[in-house]
């Protein structure tokens, strides 16, 4: 049995390449890892944090990415597993939702909440 026809449709054209630009896959790393239990901010720790520049850097070279993401933790909350549960949320938003090839992710634990944050 066949569907039935509803008109004369144009075929869909086939998918083209997809361009993603560089803020949307810095918005996507900063909320990925704000998405992780523990993140207090995507950000740079102390006073003058914000001097320093974005938090999210995020670089395509060769068809892979590299990204190198500053973080703020909650206090009480261990570093290092925090950080890996930071590269596993961010790897898997650059490969399976921006379809881009993951060279590496950096975490960089600036700050602990709570102290002058």
Known sequence: MTAPQT???APRPAP???TVS?????????VAALEVPGVLKV??????GWLAG??????????????RVWIVAR????????????????AATVERLLGLELGEVTVVVDGVGGFGQ
Not at 54 to 67: D, E, I, Q
């Open 7 to 9: 008109g004369n449709r």
């Open 75 to 90: 206090p009480g909350h261990a570093l290092r597993p925090l950080a890996a549960q930071v590269r596993q949320a961010v």
């Open 43 to 48: 950000g740079r720790g102390g006073r003058l």
């Open 16 to 18: 083209g390449p997809l």
């Open 22 to 30: 560089h803020p949307v896959i810095v918005e996507m790393v900063r």
């Open 54 to 67: 974005s938090p999210v850097r995020a670089r395509v070279h060769g068809g892979k990415a590299s990204v």
